[in-house]
């Protein structure tokens, strides 16, 4: 689908022209041309490629996406290759890729599915055509301040996603905590790819003087690079959050395993005197004076009494918990029913 936006030297604005007239409309310096050509096929975009006269690189780009974001200078042209941020789904980092081609007086984007950031920004030159009236160079800082609004609400979303996998590894660290925190790992390296050479895009953008560019929107392009510094520091700090919060699993895993071995090894102390008592008095020798009933009640009152008074000094001195006293018999009844 193809749209077209165009401005004439005397200030009318019309949405439907003859793009075999392009070449007298590209060389009139007062009127102002916005083709967005929105999942064409291979020939649109080659018959595209010819009207406009663009380098077979360009072209190239058009055909195979997957591109980085960058900027290429031409004789004639600019062309940017920009990513919008759509959503993050599981671990996958949805994006729609934008390829913009600018003259001083002509802007064409290409992209394969419907974009919020361009349709906006469309309808908006649509109904208020004074934006057409500052040029394409405007044209471009109001698309590419539009696509990277467009990523904040996914980065906060990303952000609170972090905050409550922090909660969820401190109050039951698991499996499934850890298998989403390497999900975040990744996701965020991906967004690192696609922040940090779009944030060079628009300080070229800023800082450098193209002849395609209109010097004057120079303080607009700083604007959107300044959204993309914050766009990547948010990024980097959601990094170091991800390996805080790895850093939190594995030491409340560890202390969670320490937990369990210094019951465990509770419970073999307090069976240790009792596999000693056993084993003295089970032993089949004649002549020792064990033939006794008081010393057989003896030993039962303590193979009982033993146990008991172990276990009592160990919940006071709080080993059975995580370093909580048991000061009450009330409290380790409790205790030993949640046990189970």
Not at 46 to 70: G, S
Not at 161 to 184: C, Q, S, T
Not at 192 to 218: A, C, M, W, Y
């Amino acid at each position: 689908m193809e749209r077209i936006l165009i401005r004439h030297s005397d200030g009318a604005v019309e949405t439907a022209a003859d793009l075999d007239l392009l070449a007298e409309i590209l060389n009139d310096p007062l009127c102002t041309l916005w083709v967005d050509a929105e999942g064409e096929p291979a020939e649109a975009l080659e018959a595209l490629a010819r009207r406009f006269d663009l380098h077979p690189v360009t072209l190239e780009d058009f055909l195979h996406r997957n591109q980085r974001p960058k900027l290429e200078e031409f004789d004639q042209y600019i062309f940017l290759v920009l990513h919008a941020l759509r959503a993050i789904r599981g671990d996958d980092v949805e994006t729609d890729e934008l390829h913009v081609v600018l003259t001083k007086n002509c802007l064409l984007t290409v992209h394969d599915r419907p974009l919020e950031a361009v349709k906006r920004v469309f309808d908006r030159c649509r109904a208020d055509p004074r934006a057409l009236e500052r040029g394409t160079s405007f044209l471009l800082y109001l698309l590419g301040d539009a696509v990277v609004d467009g990523c904040f609400p996914v980065l906060d979303a990303l952000g609170d996603e972090i905050d409550d996998l922090e909660d969820a590894v401190v109050g039951a660290p698991g499996r499934h905590p850890m298998r989403r925190i390497f999900d975040l790992k990744r996701i965020v390296v991906h967004l690192r790819k696609i922040v940090s050479p779009q944030r060079e895009v628009f300080n070229s953008l800023s800082r450098r003087d193209f002849p395609h560019i209109d010097p004057r929107t120079g303080a607009y392009f700083r604007d959107v690079h300044d959204h993309l510094v914050r766009a990547f520091e948010m990024v980097d700090s959601y990094r170091d959050l991800i390996s805080n919060t790895l850093d939190a699993y594995l030491a409340a895993t560890s202390n969670r395993l320490g937990q369990v071995m210094k019951q465990l090894t509770v419970i073999a102390t307090i069976f240790m005197p009792l596999s000693f008592l056993t084993g003295f008095f089970g032993m089949n020798f004649t002549g020792i004076p064990f033939n006794r009933a008081w010393l057989f009640g003896f030993v039962l009152a303590m193979m009982v009494g033993l146990p008991v008074t172990m276990l009592l000094l160990f919940a006071r001195r709080g080993w059975l918990t995580d370093g909580r006293r048991i000061t009450s018999r009330a409290r380790l009844w409790a205790w030993l029913r949640r046990r189970g």
